[in-house]
């Protein structure tokens, strides 16, 4: 679980305390670990597979289900989402309730659905990854929040009109079936499956199961063209065929110039070598959904 997750729980006490109530009332005791200090939720999911647990649950952001998806996909292991995080994407595209007691008891009732995950250079994602100007935005949103106090979504504002104003774009060879694209580009956007991203869709997914990632190019290389497209998605006006170019494959390989590359995977970043080699790992993880959830 991790305590610095967005909701509050609409203010019913003490998170733990309340998590644990919550499943008692439907016959179930939890084991409730937090990261210490410094350490990694996914630090966590590793010591619980290795105790044999059959089922993981993770409390938290996009960020904390994430690092514990990385370490439960390809296994018999089954993952359970309770969403109290900001955005809480990977929630709302599997209809796993963002209340909070309906999320528990999806944990205790729920079925077992098996959904995909991206890979990017070993490490799993479960809804995005990209390169370009949002890992700067989140960077420096970070450093606003650390340095200025500001809150997240100030800081985030002040940020992404920074990225925009200073950011160099990036040559990249892609490669992918077997064929090469050089592009000079803002950002490349890569998503487990396809991703909605046209009118007030953006960023939602009609499936995260159809074996294909999702890879997003800008069509528009210049700075100006650059704050045009900001301004279309701000405003829910992006069109697909006028602004990105789109390929749907399993696997991609990405080169630049630079040995390592700054990479954002759901909401967080990290350096990463280049070649980046981008793959979808199919019904890599089991995840408790809603039983009444009809399969999308």
Known sequence: MNRGAGSSLNGKGDRETRIAELFAALGETPRIVQPERGQDVSALAREAVRAGEKTIVAAGGDGTISGVAGELAGTDKILGVLPIGTLNHFAKDLRIPLDFEAAVRTVVQGRVRSVDAGEVNGRIFINNSSLGIYPQIVSRRKAQEQQLSRGKWPAFFWATVQALRRFPFLDLRLTIEGRQINRRTAFLFVGNNEYEIAGFNLGSRACVDAGKLGL???????????????????????????????????????????????????????????????????????????????AI
Not at 253 to 282: C, F, N
Not at 288 to 294: G, K, Q, R, S, T
């Open 216 to 294: 997003y190019l800008t069509q528009r290389t210049g700075r100006l063209g650059l704050f045009r497209l900001a301004f279309h998605a701000l405003f829910g006006r992006v069109d697909q065929e006028k602004d990105f170019d789109v390929f749907c494959v399993a696997e991609a390989r990405i080169e630049t110039r630079k040995h390592r590359l700054l990479v954002a995977q759901d909401g967080e970043i990290e350096w990463m070598e280049s070649p980046l080699e981008y793959r979808i790992r199919p019904a890599a993880l089991r995840v408790l959904v809603p039983p009444e959830e009809a």
